[in-house]
T-cell receptor, first 116, second 113 residues
Framework: GAVVSQHPSRVICKSGTSVKIECRSLDFQATTMFWYRQFPKQSLMLMATSNEGSKATYEQGVEKDKFLINHASLTLSTLTVTSAHPEDSSFYIC????????????FGSGTRLTVV | LAKTTQPISMDSYEGQEVNITCSHNNIATNDYITWYQQFPSQGPRFIIQ???TKVTNEVASLFIPADRKSSTLSLPRVSLSDTAVYYC??????????????FGTGTRLLVSP
């Protein structure tokens, strides 16, 4: 149990376009999800906390207009990278945790974004 | 959230026991210690979680001394497939609230034949 599905696993887009990444909790409801970004050989950096039915909370230094987060249902959060540029190329990962019964947070498999 | 300090990297050979120590001097009373494993181009995977003394599951053991200012992840008889980055996190993850997880540098473990 406690599976988080992330889609797509990899995407290549042209500079200036927008890309949407989906994060779904498959067998539990997630009122809160988290979005991370990871550059090569580096640790995960928390970008924002996604809250169902309300605005996301962004970490300091993360542009909310650049990284749009929507958490419209208890099982789906989306991250849209708007007007993507090559420096936005990274590995994006989401995570969530069931209310109870399972230790720890479950992470999606990640999305490799390459902006060309 | 309590800050954690781990060795940047460790090397080992197949069949050996590997112990990765994490320091968390500012751990709070309600904080749990959780370890995750991450392979390249994958999301982190939960390994083990504990509060005090010793916890063991099918893949690892977690040793936590009485002062809880450090913890040691023990991987018995590692194999090549254990080559990964291991993260130690400290936080009140057992609370019904959803405390955000902040990752430290992690320990890059390389297992050689």
């Amino acid at each position: 149990g406690a599976v988080v599905s992330q889609h797509p696993s990899r995407v290549i887009c042209k500079s200036g376009t927008s890309v949407k990444i989906e994060c779904r909790s498959l067998d539990f409801q997630a009122t809160t999800m988290f979005w991370y970004r990871q550059f090569p050989k580096q640790s995960l950096m928390l970008m924002a906390t996604s809250n169902e039915g309300s605005k996301a909370t962004y970490e300091q230094g993360v542009e909310k207009d650049k990284f749009l987060i929507n958490h419209a249902s208890l099982t789906l959060s989306t991250l849209t990278v708007t007007s993507a540029h090559p420096e936005d190329s990274s590995f994006y990962i989401c995570s969530a945790r069931p209310q109870s019964g399972v230790y720890g947070y479950t992470f999606g498999s990640g999305t490799r974004l390459t902006v060309v | 959230l309590a800050k954690t300090t781990q060795p940047i990297s460790m090397d080992s050979y197949e069949g050996q026991e590997v112990n990765i120590t994490c320091s968390h001097n500012n751990i709070a009373t309600n904080d749990y210690i959780t370890w995750y494993q991450q392979f390249p181009s994958q999301g982190p995977r939960f390994i083990i979680q504990g509060y005090k003394t010793k916890v063991t599951n099918e893949v690892a053991s977690l040793f936590i001394p009485a002062d809880r200012k450090s913890s040691t992840l023990s991987l018995p008889r590692v194999s090549l497939s254990d080559t990964a980055v291991y993260y130690c996190l400290v936080g009140d993850t057992e609370n019904t609230g959803f405390q955000k997880l902040v990752f430290g540098t992690g320990t890059r473990l390389l297992v050689s034949p």
